[in-house]
């Protein structure tokens, strides 16, 4: 059986793109404060713009749960139904 579940999590998405973006920038040096936050900035632009085709809206994602063959997956942007 396939069993499709919609999470929905506004601040959980955003504040996992900032975490992994700040320890990604945390060992960089030669920058002041100014400098990390508008980096921190862009590369959480980037970076959700990479996970676009999994998360809709910035907060939704659909994963598929297979009972037989015992998976799970993240269904691309397109899946929601």
Not at 2 to 26: E, H, Q, S
């Amino acid at each position: 059986m396939k069993i499709k579940i919609i999470l929905k999590d506004p601040d959980g998405v955003y504040d996992a793109v900032l975490d992994a973006v700040k320890n990604d920038l945390a060992a960089t040096t030669g920058i002041d404060d100014t400098e990390r936050d508008e980096l921190v900035s862009r590369r959480i632009t980037k970076v959700s713009d990479q996970i676009g085709k999994w998360v809709k809206y910035g907060e939704y994602v659909t994963v598929e749960l297979d009972t037989e063959a015992g998976t799970a997956r993240v269904c691309e942007e397109g899946m929601y139904e």
